[in-house]
């Protein structure tokens, strides 16, 4: 009976720390594990998980005028850099590899980043948990090249393979269903943006494998091709993406403009053009980077199609209006549409907002703005305003928008960041 007792009183004790913890900013809840073992397993038990802040925190950026991807933290809340949840330096990672003379934040999904390495003309990759200071190195896959941004800026060649290839990989992960993460890459022309290879990363495996066949459901090619604009978003700048229920998403119309990807069910969604079927629809493949499922836009019209991503369980996909205006397209509202039915593939009209009640003009043009990210658990969006390098956010149930941080110029990237403070069996453990 007073073991029972004991028992019943260690656990009430557990439940209220953790509730006290759960009100801590994202960097004091990580120095908390350093406090004791007894705090670090309440804060890394998977029971407690979600009962702690693991939502959006925040957004990862370069600087006016560097030539980093990184080097900067915006917190969503607004408090800019005064309490960065990590290192936005990434010092951990240039003390444990002195050796890597170049990196590139090229992802981020559910807590851990993919970055791009170059060392003595090698390239690789490094997938790390900046929360807890792990990380993995993983070498690239055979015949494969860097993506474009780890090519010197002052070179104007752009990083190719096999003539005219790029190799564009990112990351899978889904702690909820296991530890392990996958790296899909798709290697595209550079000239008619058709997937050419696909090869995927296991942490289980440890290797590449080449699934390119797993499109080429025949002697014929499928005619696949995955569209890429100005940057990486993550944004560079034409980038969202959303994880739900496992899969991942991405996202691509024909005018180059606002794209994203999506993390839902276990599948990494985006949007690709078929080339037989002219016409664009949402991919979904699995970490082995095969077609799992084909899923058609809200909108049918190409131009209109412009970013997913995933909010609340749902898949995501806002789409634009557009106006011809002295031989340019200007945007004049955004429309939010929600995939309420997975199964049945029903898309519900979620919010509308026009340009006047975002930006204050009857419309903008298509290359002024750009969606960063849907938050992952409200009614929000994210935007950067290239005009002004402002980094913006906007609420769906407020109707108001508000500024979070000036980027300022020569800002390259911007990365979402949502923290995970389990330690991983498949990263090297800290020093």
């Not at 979600?50 to 408090?79: I, W």
């Not at 049918?300 to 397209?329: E, M, P, R, W």
């Not at 309420?340 to 009857?362: A, C, M």
């Not at 109707?399 to 389990?422: A, N, Q």
């Amino acid at each position: 009976m007073d073991s029972t007792k004991g028992t019943a009183v260690a656990r009430l004790c557990d439940d209220l720390m953790v509730d006290i913890l759960s009100r801590l900013p994202v960097k004091d809840l990580r120095r908390s594990t350093c406090v004791s073992k007894p705090w670090r397993d309440l804060v890394t038990d998977p029971l407690h998980r979600k009962k702690l802040p693991q939502t959006l925190e925040g957004f990862f950026h370069g600087g006016a005028g560097e030539r980093h991807s990184y080097g900067h933290f915006t917190s969503l809340s607004g408090r800019g850099e005064s309490a960065p949840p990590v290192d936005p330096s990434f010092s951990f990672l240039t003390a444990k590899l002195p050796w890597v003379e170049r990196m590139d934040l090229l992802d981020s999904c559910n807590g851990l980043l993919l970055f791009g390495c170059t060392t003595e003309n090698k390239f690789g990759y490094i997938v790390c948990n900046p929360a807890t200071e792990e990380l993995v190195t993983i070498p690239a896959s055979s015949g494969s090249c860097p993506p474009p941004s780890l090519t010197p800026l002052e070179d104007k060649t752009i990083a190719v393979c096999d003539g005219d290839i790029y190799a564009h990989t990112y990351l899978m992960f889904d702690p909820i269903v296991s530890s392990r993460f996958h790296l899909v890459q798709f290697w595209q022309d550079r000239s008619t943006c058709e997937v050419k290879k696909v090869h995927s990363y296991s942490s289980e495996t440890r290797a590449w494998s080449d699934t390119s066949n797993k499109w080429e459901p025949g002697e014929e090619r499928c005619g696949w091709g995955v569209l890429r604009g100005r940057g990486e978003a993550i944004i560079e700048f034409t980038r969202g993406r959303a994880l739900v229920d496992g899969l991942l998403l991405y996202i691509e119309a024909v005018l180059l403009f606002m794209r994203g990807r999506a993390w839902v069910n276990g599948l990494l969604h985006f949007v690709a053009y078929h080339f037989e079927e002219g016409e664009n629809l949402i991919v979904a493949v699995d970490g082995e980077g095969t077609i799992c499922r084909i899923i058609c836009p809200p909108v049918k019209h190409v131009d209109a199609n412009a970013f997913i991503g995933q909010s609340q369980g749902h898949l995501h996909c806002i789409s634009t209006n557009l106006i011809s205006q002295y031989f340019n397209y200007h945007f004049t509202q955004l429309s939010i549409w929600v995939l309420e039915d997975y199964d049945t593939q029903e898309w519900i009209l979620k919010h509308n907002v026009s340009f006047p009640q975002l930006f204050g003009s009857p419309s903008c043009p298509i290359d002024n703005h750009d969606i960063v990210v849907i938050h992952p658990d409200h009614n929000s969006i994210i935007l950067v305003q290239h005009w002004n390098q402002k980094l913006v956010s906007y609420d769906m149930d407020s109707k108001e928008h508000r500024v979070l941080c000036t980027l300022g110029e020569g800002y390259r990237s911007i990365t979402p960041y949502v923290p995970y403070f389990m330690e991983s069996p498949v990263l090297a453990t800290k020093d």
